[in-house]
């Protein structure tokens, strides 16, 4: 009997589970976002900064924005649909408060951003912090208006002088240790 409560338990949690996630293709297009870079142009990770500017798209009903409580604007690769999943979005670069005017953030690209092509995606989000609504600056295909960006390749100048100097050394150790082998074994 217990295992049998334990199953039916189980059950019930993934099914209540599953019916909060939200996929992609269920969230309205009311947000107009755009980004400084133009397509094809390559920023560099650490050093370069781009603006992204986002509104609510003025087109639409006045008071479907009601339950926006907060945007949260995220720099993306590879598309996807179930948005538990979504490693789409894997860098945050802003969360604030909703405005229907356009809003605008000046974002410095982070060392930790690998080499890729990227957009930028703004989802609306309630008072749940749930997304309900998104805007993005590539077409439904993700295949306009990319830009890239070229991650730090991990070698530095100062790296590549510290490994030819500790080579130096070691060869002139070597030489070193070997003609005093030499002398001792003349001495013996």
């Known amino acids: 009997m217990a295992a049998q409560s334990l199953v039916l338990l189980i059950l019930v949690s993934c099914l209540i589970h599953s019916g909060g996630a939200v996929t992609f293709s269920s969230l309205k297009d009311t947000l107009v976002v755009t980004a400084t870079p133009t397509p094809g142009q390559v920023l560099r ?3 370069d900064r781009f603006t992204v500017t986002w509104s609510l798209n003025q087109s639409l009903p006045s008071g479907i924005d ?3 409580k907060k945007v949260k604007v995220e720099l993306c690769y590879a598309p996807i649909n179930d948005l538990s999943k979504d490693k789409t979005c894997q860098f945050n670069i802003v969360t604030m408060l909703y405005t229907s005017s356009n809003t605008t953030f000046t974002w410095t690209v982070p060392k930790i951003i690998p080499t890729a092509a ?13 997304q309900i609504a998104y805007g993005q600056t590539t077409n439904s295909m993700k295949t306009s208006n990319l830009f890239e960006v070229q991650g730090i390749s991990g070698r530095y100048a ?19 240790f070997f003609v005093l082998e030499r002398r001792k074994a003349k001495t013996l």
């Open 66 to 68: 009601s339950d926006y």
């Open 158 to 176: 100062s790296v590549d002088l510290a490994a030819a100097c500790f080579s130096a050394f070691l060869i002139l150790s070597l030489a070193g």
């Open 45 to 47: 990770a650490g050093e």
């Open 118 to 130: 990227y957009f930028v995606r703004a989802y609306a989000l309630n008072s749940t912090d749930q």
